[in-house]
C-alpha cells in the first residue's frame, strides 16, 4: 500500500501536502500500522485519511476523526473506496466515545507536544481502548543542548526555516521520556543541568522530540515530524569551558508555545 502512495492522487490541503511529502514520517507510521489488526480502529486528528487509508484492510472498522472540515472532507473523499471507514468531523476533546477500540492512532505531534493537544486527546480518549499499550505512536523522548544562537528567536528549524545559525555549546541532556499509556499531567516543570564545553556566550536551548513509533522503531526529528525547536533564554550569560549551568524549563502540553518560561539558575 505504501507503494501507492506515490501513485494515488490524495486530495490535501497545503499543510496535509507537506506531510504526505515527509517520506520519512509516512513510512515509520506505515510500517508500525501495516503489523497491526483488529475489530476497530480510531484515527484521531486523520487529516487527509492516510493512516486510515494504510490500516484499512486490517480492521474491521475504523473511526476517523478530524476536527478541520477542509480536511476532513479531503479524508471522506480519500477513504470513499472504504466501507468499513467512518469518517466524523469533529473535535476529539468533546467526541463521545461508546466502543473500546483495538488500537488508536494518534499523530497530532509537534516538539515536546506544547503546541498540539496530542496529550489532552489522548487522556480523553485512552479509556476506551482495550489494552493501554495499543497506540501508535507509543510516546516521545525530549532532549534539549545549550546552543548560542545568532538572533536567538522562539523558532521551529522545519521547512520554512532551515538557515538558523547556531552552535551547541555543551552537553545534551534528556528532560524526559513520555509514554502514552496512561492519563498525563500536562503541567511539565524541570530543572536540567549542562556541562558546558567551550568558552563562550549561552542564550537559548534546542529542544529536539524524538517519537517512539513502536517499541522496536523510533523516527526523526523529520521535516515535518517534530522539528527541532528552539527556545531563547531572558538573557544572555558568558559561560567558561566544563562550568556547569542549571536552567529550569517550565511549560504545558498543549497549552502552547506561549506557556513556555525558561529561567538560569546557577552557573558553577
Ligand atoms: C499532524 S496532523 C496529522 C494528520 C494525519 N494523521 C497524518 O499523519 O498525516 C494532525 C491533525 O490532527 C487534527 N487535530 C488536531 N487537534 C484535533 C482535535 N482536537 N480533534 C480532531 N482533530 C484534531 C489537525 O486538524 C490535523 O489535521
Known amino acids: 500500500m505504501i507503494n501507492n502512495i506515490n501513485k494515488i492522487k490524495f486530495k490535501t490541503t497545503p499543510y496535509h501536502y507537506n506531510l504526505l511529502k515527509d517520506t520519512e514520517r509516512l513510512y515509520a507510521l506505515y510500517e508500525a500500522i501495516s503489523h497491526v489488526k483488529g475489530d476497530l480502529l480510531y484515527d484521531l486528528g486523520t487529516g487527509c485519511g492516510v493512516l486510515s487509508y494504510f ?10 476523526i478530524e476536527k478541520n472540515y477542509k ?4 479524508a471522506k473523499e480519500n477513504l470513499k473506496e472504504f466501507n ?11 467526541f463521545k466515545f461508546n466502543e473500546k477500540a483495538d488500537y488508536i492512532i ?17 487522556n480523553n480518549a485512552i479509556d476506551y481502548l482495550k489494552d493501554i499499550n495499543n497506540i501508535i505512536p507509543k510516546g516521545v523522548i525530549n532532549i534539549l543542548e545549550p546552543i548560542l544562537m545568532e538572533n536567538a528567536s522562539l523558532v521551529y528549524e522545519d521547512v520554512d526555516n532551515n538557515y538558523l545559525k547556531y552552535e551547541v555549546i555543551g552537553d545534551s541532556k534528556i528532560l524526559n ?15 536540567i543541568t549542562f556541562t558546558i564545553s567551550k568558552n563562550s556566550n549561552f542564550n537559548a536551548l534546542k529542544f529536539t522530540t524524538i517519537t517512539i513509533i513502536t517499541d522496536n522503531l523510533v523516527c526523526g526529528p523529520t521535516p515535518m515530524l517534530n522539528p527541532p525547536l528552539f527556545i531563547p533564554l531572558n538573557n544572555e550569560v558568558s559561560v567558561v569551558k566544563n562550568s556547569k549551568i542549571m536552567i529550569y524549563l517550565s511549560y504545558i502540553m498543549g497549552g502552547g508555545l506561549d506557556t513556555i518560561k525558561t529561567k538560569i539558575n546557577e552557573i558553577y
Open 106 to 122: 494518534c499523530e497530532m505531534l509537534d516538539t515536546g507536544l506544547i503546541d498540539e493537544e496530542q496529550i489532552l486527546v489522548l
Open 55 to 64: 490500516a484499512a484492510n486490517n480492521f474491521e472498522k475504523i473511526i476517523a
Open 84 to 94: 468499513n471507514i467512518t469518517v466524523v468531523n469533529d473535535d476529539v476533546l468533546s
Open 177 to 191: 521520556i513520555i509514554y502514552f499509556k496512561n492519563k498525563i499531567k500536562k503541567e511539565i516543570s524541570e530543572e
Open 71 to 74: 480536511s476532513y472532507l479531503s
